[in-house]
């Protein structure tokens, strides 16, 4: 018989410090072990882990110092004070990631199935601020059920204290969403504040009402996965940046993002040894990208081959696919990337595109990451959709992301890079530090035939032969005003470089600009375009 379930009027206090410790033991043993073996196995059941299984896979072995273990809920009513387990409901501490301190909480599903309560909320409200004043990132893997209704508002003002937090601490510390379970309601407006969103497939959905709501008010029946589940996120609502099949993957994933992370933004990235020559060139970028501007490639292999061993970690990478937003390093630096992706609807600038990268610049200003822009860019895409759908106010949000950067900012023409969108993809006008073009470039406010269509209208169709007149003043415009050097005659690009001394060209650039020095006026704050 323990000191939690002793018999009425038997008393089974320790009188002395032994005795008291091997209490504290026990209760400890009992808060570790969670609810009961029953509980456990109906989480793994269902392909989960607990969550403190959770935690062991993220944090270094051994560094996890718990916060509140002991911490147990004060409500009574709805048979609540029957049940008081220890923790609420969630795990909280720190511990370190590859040495380095992250903070962390844990939904415990097998608790109240990780609803949020009063002393629930109070444990998360208190390990975000010590993340705060500690300027360590914050993960939190969550698996709740939402709000504890037996606690009624006390437990909304709870989610409150949270997107109040995590409202402070934005670009400030890391926030990494962990999605490990259902997130339904105004619980999802936490992942949405933070910095990245995680999802695991089949297991973790989020959605603000749930298929029967749906249901019952559009008559539309769907699916939870279908709503919400991973794949809708990472693909259709951008709402999810990594999605992967299992938890361990994922878990694995977290910490290879953190490592490329600073710990605030008082910091730098992690710089590390690079055993990839900063000089090596590479013959290989010669024949990747064609010269014919209207033939499609896949820019990730450029990347591959300017990137550290050709390793990058893609964010967003199965949303708005006709930009590539990733991370990587260059000679052991962490660097954001910003490309164009011509294999797909060309490398055109749309609405999700625009939002896509605008995210990711501010993300990568925020944190001292300077950003690297690929241009292959033919414009932003026509369309009676797009132009409904707001492409001026979204296409603004990435102007304003890189006007707003203080960050060192290089860009790369490889190829084509046509009217407002050469401007936008960070154009030396809009603040680029450097500006380099391959003699593969094509700056200029529209290709060639449409400038032709407009500049020679009549003199095209006056002509005998019309189509012979348009090929040839297409050809003359081409001469004229989009040859490979007209821009660096102009000082609108700083040169123009070999495809093959790209790597070590962009690596001596961010050397020299390690020590830059940016101030933005004295201000609240900007009103950026929504």
């Known amino acids: 018989m323990t000191v939690l379930d002793e018999a009425p009027g038997e008393s089974t206090e320790p009188t002395d410090a032994r005795g008291r410790v091997a209490e504290l033991h026990e ?53 609540l004070e029957a049940k008081k387990p220890y923790t609420d409901g969630v795990i909280t501490g720190w511990g370190t990631v590859e040495g380095r301190t992250v903070f962390v909480y844990a939904h415990d599903f097998r608790i109240f199935g990780g609803a949020l309560g009063e002393a629930h909320a109070t444990k998360i409200h208190k390990i975000m601020d010590m993340a705060i004043a500690a300027g360590a990132p914050l993960v939190s893997l969550n698996d709740g059920a939402g709000a504890r209704i ?20 934005s670009g400030v510390i890391p926030q990494i969403s962990v999605m490990l379970g259902p997130c339904a309601g105004g619980a999802a407006y936490s992942p949405a504040l933070t910095d990245f969103v995680f999802m695991v497939r089949e297991t973790s959905q989020m959605f603000i009402t749930g298929p029967d709501v749906v249901k019952a008010v559009t008559g539309e029946e769907i699916t939870q996965n279908g709503l919400g589940g991973a794949d809708v996120h990472a693909e259709t609502s951008g709402v999810c940046h990594f999605a992967y099949d299992d938890e361990e993957t994922c878990i694995g994933e977290v910490r290879y993002l953190l490592s490329l992370l600073p710990q605030n933004n008082r910091e730098n990235p992690p710089r590390v040894e690079s055993t990839d020559a900063a000089d090596r060139r ?41 930009i590539i937003c990733a991370l990587g390093r260059l000679d052991g630096q962490v660097v954001g990337i910003v490309a164009n992706q011509p294999q797909t609807l060309a490398g055109v600038l749309d609405i999700e595109a625009s939002e896509k990268a605008a995210r990711f610049v501010q993300m990568c200003d925020a944190f001292n990451i300077p950003i690297v822009t690929f241009l292959d860019v033919p414009g932003f895409l026509p369309g009676v959709d797009q132009e409904h759908g707001g492409i001026i106010r979204h296409g603004a949000k990435l102007l304003y992301a890189y006007c707003n950067a203080t960050v060192p900012r290089i860009s790369l023409i490889l190829r084509k890079a046509y009217g407002g969108a050469y401007i936008v993809m960070d154009s030396q006008s809009i603040g680029a530090d450097l500006t380099y073009a391959w003699p593969t470039n094509e700056i200029a406010v529209m290709g060639a035939e449409g400038a032709a269509n407009v500049i020679f209208r009549r003199q095209i169709a006056d002509a005998e032969d019309p189509e012979a007149m348009r090929a040839r003043m297409v050809k003359e415009y081409k001469s004229e005003l989009m040859h490979p050097y007209y821009a660096a005659e102009r000082g609108l690009v700083d040169d123009v470089i070999a495809p093959t001394e790209t790597r070590e060209i962009l690596i001596r650039s961010l050397a020299m600009l390690q020590t830059k020095h940016a101030d933005l006026p004295s201000r609240k704050h900007g009103n950026p375009p929504q």
């Open 150 to 169: 037996q606690e009624g508002v006390s437990a909304l003002a709870g989610y409150g204290g949270i997107f109040q937090r995590n409202t402070k601490a």
């Open 27 to 79: 209760i400890r043993v009992q808060a570790l072990a969670g609810p009961s073996e029953k509980a456990t196995e109906a989480q793994h059941a269902k392909g989960k882990l607990t969550g403190r299984e959770r935690i062991e896979l993220l944090l270094d072995p051994g560094s996890f110092q718990e916060v509140e273990q002991l911490r147990r809920h004060r409500a009574v009513g709805f048979g």
């Open 282 to 322: 590479s013959e290989v970028l010669l024949d990747l990208v064609p010269a014919d501007g209207n033939r499609p490639y896949d820019m990730t292999k450029v990347i591959e081959e300017i990137v550290d061993d050709g390793e990058f970690l893609e964010v967003h990478e199965r949303w708005a696919r006709n």
